[in-house]
């Protein structure tokens, strides 16, 4: 009661904001009419203007008002559409790091120009995150002529791009992309061995549309790139002919059967009878031995497969949560009902899904690179968002995001109506229904979209249709490539739509059809006269005109949903495609006890109510308490699935710390000119632990391993130090000063083998610079010199073509000028192979640290019969597995330092290796290519044959391990 007293003085805290953000709509509202007065070049040298006043110490916010009337006013030019002033506070909302609620139809693409322009004028870059790539594409080209003409460059971001494509995408000041491809790019650069290739800017600014489905719906899931790993198909063929013979229990409590499926987890639960039954099959197929246990460590493998093999059968179905296309299982997004190519299950279960359908089963993969939605994009400086339905997951983008959402009233009244629930016995009295009442929809002329959960109630509705004799259209996973045609025509009088989740869909549904698509036709017909082509277009505007009224006059569009979803949220995105502008229209609900979330969720309780009240097999109950009561278990659902994902983040935020420990320790690796103090410090550290080890601190001489030291330094390390001799000749010799001259040797060794390599380069350098350089000038080749300079990372201020080619250069000042570069070549070759071994071990330990945490996580939760928190185990288990990795790491880098002879590459680059454009091919240009260590990196010998190291074994037992 206090609060709504509060309430009514004050206002709620939407209210308050809203307030606010009125009087900065006032602002740019009287600046309106001295804008409009600026010629195009004027409105235009506006940018440089705000870049200039930003660069001289104004803040963004100050600028905001005079700015967003100018991208207003742009807007009006190029556009021909002029933001409203709900618009402008959807634009200042999204600067000010929150969520904006805006009703379908409000234009949010508009919206997000006004505070992409503003950010952009900062030059760091701004990100419009959309869940697709049409849509990317989509509102890339809607606004490109608004940035355009302002002097902003708009950029694309998609996947399959070339690297150079990518750059120039994020360069741009404007960026529109995916989800999806903004996170697998910052894997990516995290992943290349060269600081140029990363194709990604700092993190500034983030504009996320549809926020709830990216922020929530796809958090449940990382992102992972990985790379097959070792595993047999066959065993996934044999596991797959178990399921089908276990009986499944009625119910979990029944005490017949074999499992028991967990339907609200995805799960399925072997029963005590089902564990005795699974090992006698196993043992039968000679997969255990005869009276092993399924819970022997040496058998957890094969229960893993095996539960994997169960949930393909019995909880993953055809057409539901994946489609067959082109012979491979392809998972359906089961909030948009959308293909998710290239996605696939982890822990085998992709692999059993294939098994089970009989389609070529691909190699279980290894995770190379991981991060969640929610911790990439928490990396950026700023980040906000918008969709139609986000105040029912306020709190989670609160809690989580530290996102607040605001509620943005519509720019007109919604006058839509909402119809309670309808409730059937059965799924076939439902559909029944649904038929009957688009009849009357298709008989007054009343287009329809209705609403299915999956690919295969789309489908069966759509049999049901056509035996009804109703023409209609289906857009589900199978037609996803059709979409925005089938879409863009669901408000055309008549119409009926059938299309799985909505979420997402980003097409406004136009009463009447859109006439745009006809439009654009004429405009591009070069047949056409101007004079011809208006009359066209005036036609077929006049043609909409009628059909609009005809549509309004039958009630708009009307919203059939035929199953609630696990979210509200989803719910009132499908309800949220009618009613758009103030438009006219209509939703309703139908359902049936033996949908998932009734059956899962108090279906036997309804179901024994309905009976009671005498109801019969095709009548209906609607009222608004059983409406209540399914929100209510939606509520269950969302407030389920949000401890989902923060267990998720939980645990993630445990990995994410050391993913950044990681990433800028590569990042300072790739950066880095000069890599000599960190391997310095590697070999102190090593060497010194190494000594530590053998000849304790402060211990007395008998506790000396001298023989066990030398023996390690040599064979591990290949580092001969006779300690025992030092030992002899002075028996009083302190370990501490025995310690650093073991230190000293090995640098000293270390930076020897470095300046032979240099100076064995030096001499194959002078001699490749004299044969360019023969006595006969006019066969000099000194493109071939800039060539060479160029191919190998040599630093020149001059051209050696330009500068000396005139007549009185000599070869003594050519050799001179060649000798002064020389030392960036030799610097240059010596870093890429530190920076090469660098890489090459972080990467590989952190791939093999990513699995062993998750084999980590996977178990953590059985700590808790010990009456210990598993979070808590978690974090200190995974600390320790870092330390050891970064104990690791050091020890095998220092050791390949020592390890690997570098040797100069063997064939001498010659003017047969050039022409008058330069190098004909690169092969001898690169010295890193042809030291022992870079054919690791770039070009690994065969599998079989002796590893570049020098250690004697074979390649793939060796460093191909790493590769």
């Not at 870049?51 to 005079?66: A, C, K, N, S, V």
């Not at 909880?315 to 998710?340: A, P, S, W």
Request: charged share 25%.
């Amino acid at each position: 009661m206090l609060k709504n007293v509060v309430y009514k003085i004050f206002g709620t805290r939407n209210e308050r904001l809203l307030k606010q953000y009125y009087r900065i709509v006032n602002q740019i509202n009287g600046l309106e009419a001295q804008i409009s007065k600026l010629t195009d070049d004027e409105l235009r040298a506006k940018t440089a203007e705000f870049r200039q006043r930003y660069t001289d110490g104004q803040t963004l916010m100050q600028l905001l008002p005079e700015v967003f009337a100018v991208g207003r006013e742009a807007g009006k030019r190029v556009l021909n559409m002029r933001h409203f002033d709900v618009q402008l506070i959807g634009g200042m909302v999204l600067n000010d790091n929150k969520i904006a609620e805006m009703r379908t139809g409000e234009g949010k693409t508009l919206v997000a120009t006004l505070p992409a322009y503003l950010n952009a004028i900062s030059g760091d870059g701004v990100h419009v995150v959309t869940v697709n790539d049409y849509l990317a594409n989509r509102d890339a080209e809607t606004v490109r002529p608004l940035f355009e003409f302002l002097g902003l460059t708009v950029g694309v971001n998609l996947p399959d791009m070339p690297p150079e494509a990518k750059r120039e995408a994020y360069a741009a000041d404007i960026t529109y992309g995916t989800n999806n491809e903004f996170g697998f790019d910052y894997l990516r650069d995290n992943m290349v061995f060269e600081a140029g290739q990363k194709v990604q800017r700092k993190l500034s600014f983030a504009i996320v549309d549809e926020v709830d489905s990216i922020l929530i719906d796809e958090a449940r899931t990382p992102l992972i790139i990985s790379g097959p790993a070792e595993g047999s198909n066959e065993l996934y063929q044999k596991l797959n002919a178990i399921p089908q013979m276990l009986v499944a229990q009625e119910t979990e409590e029944s005490t017949e059967g074999d499992f028991w499926v967990d339907e609200k987890n995805h799960n399925v639960i072997l029963s005590e009878s089902g564990h005795i039954k699974v090992e006698q099959i196993m043992s039968e197929m000679g997969l255990i031995k005869e009276g092993d246990s399924l819970y022997n460590v040496h058998n957890i493998s094969l229960m893993h497969h095996l539960i994997a093999a169960m949930r393909a059968h019995y909880v993953y179905f055809k057409d539901q949560h994946y489609v067959i296309n082109d012979g491979e299982v392809v998972i359906v997004d089961e909030f948009t009902g959308r293909l998710m190519s290239g996605r696939r299950w982890s822990d085998g279960l992709h692999q059993a899904v294939e098994a089970k359908e009989g389609v070529e089963i691909q190699r279980e993969n290894q995770t190379m690179a991981s991060i969640t939605f929610q911790n990439y994009f928490r990396m950026y400086k700023k980040l906000s968002g918008m969709t139609g339905t986000a105040d029912t997951e306020a709190y989670e983008f609160q809690q989580i995001y530290s996102l607040e959402t605001v509620v943005i009233p519509t720019n007109k009244q919604m006058v839509r109506k909402d119809y309670n629930d309808k409730i059937y016995m059965t799924t076939e009295d439902k559909f029944n229904a649904v038929i009957e009442d688009l009849k009357e929809c298709s008989a007054r002329g009343q287009p329809a979209l209705v609403g299915t959960t999956s690919v295969e109630s789309s489908e069966v509705l759509s049999k049901m249709l056509a035996k009804a004799g109703l023409k209609h259209s289906v857009l589900n996973a199978k037609q996803h490539a059709s979409e925005a045609g089938i879409i863009i025509q669901a408000g055309y009088p008549g119409n009926i739509t059938v299309a799985t989740n909505m979420a997402g869909r980003g097409t406004d549904i136009i009463l009447g059809g859109n006439p745009k698509p006809e439009i654009k036709k004429i405009r591009e017909d070069a047949s056409l006269s101007e004079e011809q082509k208006q009359a066209k277009i005036d036609g077929i505007m006049a043609e909409w005109q009628k059909r609009n009224q005809q549509v309004l006059d039958a009630g708009g569009l009307y919203i059939i949903g035929t199953e609630r979803h696990e979210s509200r949220r989803i719910d009132n995105q499908l309800r949220g495609r009618s009613g758009r502008q103030g438009d006219p229209g209509a939703s309703r609900f139908y359902l049936s006890l033996e949908d998932q979330l009734l059956r899962i969720f108090g279906g036997e309780r309804m179901r024994g109510m309905m009976q009671r009240l005498g109801m019969k097999p095709g009548e209906a109950i609607e009222h608004r308490l059983l409406s209540r009561s399914i929100e209510s278990a939606q509520r269950k659902v969302e407030g389920h699935n949000f401890d989902i994902r923060k267990q998720l983040l939980t645990y993630d935020d445990v990995s994410n710390d050391q993913r950044k420990v990681i990433y800028q320790q590569r990042d300072e690796v790739l950066e880095s000119n000069d890599l000599s103090p960190m391997t310095t410090n590697m070999i102190k550290s090593v060497l010194g632990e190494v000594f530590d080890l053998y000849i304790p601190p402060k211990s007395m001489e008998d506790a000396w391993d001298i023989k066990g030291l030398e023996k390690a330094l040599k064979d591990e390390y290949h580092i001969p130090f006779a300690i025992a001799t030092k030992v002899e000749a002075d028996p009083n010799i302190d370990e501490t000063l025995l310690r650093e001259e073991l230190i000293e040797t090995a640098l000293n060794q270390y930076k020897q083998k470095l300046d032979n390599f240099r100076t064995s380069i030096s001499m194959e350098v002078v001699k490749f610079a004299v044969a360019m350089l023969p006595e006969n000038k006019e066969q000099w080749n000194l493109v071939a010199i800039d060539g060479f300079i160029a191919q190998n990372g040599g630093v020149s201020e001059i051209n050696f073509a330009e500068t000396y080619a005139r007549p009185d250069a000599t070869q003594v000042e050519v050799l001179t000028e060649f000798g002064k570069v020389t030392k960036s070549i030799l610097d240059n070759q010596v870093l890429r192979f530190e920076r090469g071994v660098l890489l090459q071990h972080l990467d590989h330990y952190w791939r093999e640290h990513l699995t062993q945490l998750e084999h980590l996580r996977q178990g953590i939760g059985l700590r808790g019969y010990a009456q210990k928190d598993p979070k808590q185990e978690y974090k200190q288990e995974s600390f320790n597995l870092f330390s050891d990795m970064l104990d690791n790491l050091k020890q095998d880098v220092v050791k390949v330092l020592f390890a690997v002879q570098l040797q100069s590459m063997d064939d001498v680059p010659n003017e047969d290796d050039f022409d008058e454009d330069g190098p004909i091919s690169n092969q001898h240009l690169d010295f890193n290519e042809q030291t022992q260590f870079a054919a690791m990196e770039n070009q690994p010998p065969s599998r079989n044959a002796p590893c570049p190291c020098g250690s004697g074994q074979k390649y793939k037992h060796c460093h191909g391990k790493l590769a």
